[in-house]
Nanobody, 116 residues
Framework: VQLQASGGGLVQPGGSLRLSCAASGVIFSINGMGWYRQAPGKQRELVADITSGGKTYYADSVKGRFTISRDNGKSTVYLQMNSLKPEDTAVYYC???????????WGRGTLVTVSS
């Protein structure tokens, strides 16, 4: 299983970015997908998750600003991030997991920096 995340970069406060994570080597449609982030000196935290059936979860800190979505035809999960804040600065990782969490895989992170 390979997960390739992309889309990170430098953005000003209030700006937007869209992260993508393409999966290969796995039947994408039957798995849940999540986005996590880890800021310097902090633990990795769950940002958003989407089940194989499309049910979504968001951390309180990103509700109303971030949107997770998936395209099963492209085996890709997206994270649309709007109204970005400096505290959103982190390395963002995508995670693929079964809906029952009996296995999961991690991709390499992509750095998001929110700064003026």
């Amino acid at each position: 299983v390979q997960l390739q995340a992309s889309g990170g970069g430098l953005v000003q406060p209030g700006g937007s970015l869209r992260l993508s994570c393409a999966a290969s080597g796995v039947i994408f449609s039957i798995n849940g997908m999540g986005w996590y982030r880890q800021a310097p000196g902090k633990q990795r935290e769950l940002v958003a998750d989407i089940t194989s059936g499309g049910k979504t979860y968001y951390a309180d800190s990103v509700k109303g600003r971030f949107t997770i979505s998936r395209d099963n035809g492209k085996s890709t999960v997206y994270l649309q991030m709007n109204s970005l804040k400096p505290e959103d600065t982190a390395v963002y990782y995508c995670n693929l997991h079964s809906d029952t969490w009996n296995y999961d895989y991690w991709g390499r992170g992509t750095l998001v920096t929110v700064s003026s």
